[in-house]
């Protein structure tokens, strides 16, 4: 079974720093891009970051320039690093990875579909 967790959530001062990490029961070699969402209390999921295999990042508004995501392939594992928190970056932190049924190094890679597998979060309180 698939699983994705994410840990290094906590309570942090505003201004402070975290570092959020999202680790995968598959090998990255089945892993395409991988994601960082958000929900606060009484709001929607909102998008924050993503990463592909090779690196490529791309970001939400509001948080380019205080979040960067990064990947370690050899872990299976994504971070986030965050900095400058605000106490409106309070939520539950989640990541998800795209799944693919064959490692991208497959004759017929482009001709799967992936899937999504989503970790339960983690929570991060910044106090003011």
């Known amino acids: 079974q698939i699983q994705v967790v994410e840990s290094g959530g906590g309570l942090v001062q505003s201004g402070g720093s975290l570092r959020l990490s999202c680790a995968a029961s598959?090998?990255?070699?089945?892993?395409?891009?991988m994601s960082w969402y958000r929900r606060a209390p009484g709001k929607d999921r909102e998008f924050l970051a993503r990463i592909t295999p090779d690196g490529s990042t791309n970001y939400a508004d509001s948080v380019k320039g205080r979040f960067t995501v990064s990947r370690d392939n050899a872990k299976n594992t994504m971070y986030l690093h965050m900095d400058g928190l605000k106490p409106e970056d309070t939520a539950v932190y989640s990541c998800n990875a795209e799944v693919f049924p064959v490692g991208r190094d497959h004759p017929d890679f482009m001709k799967y579909s992936g899937n999504y597998y989503w970790g339960s979060g983690t929570q991060v309180t910044v106090s003011s």
């Open positions: 598959v090998g990255i070699n089945v892993i395409d891009g």
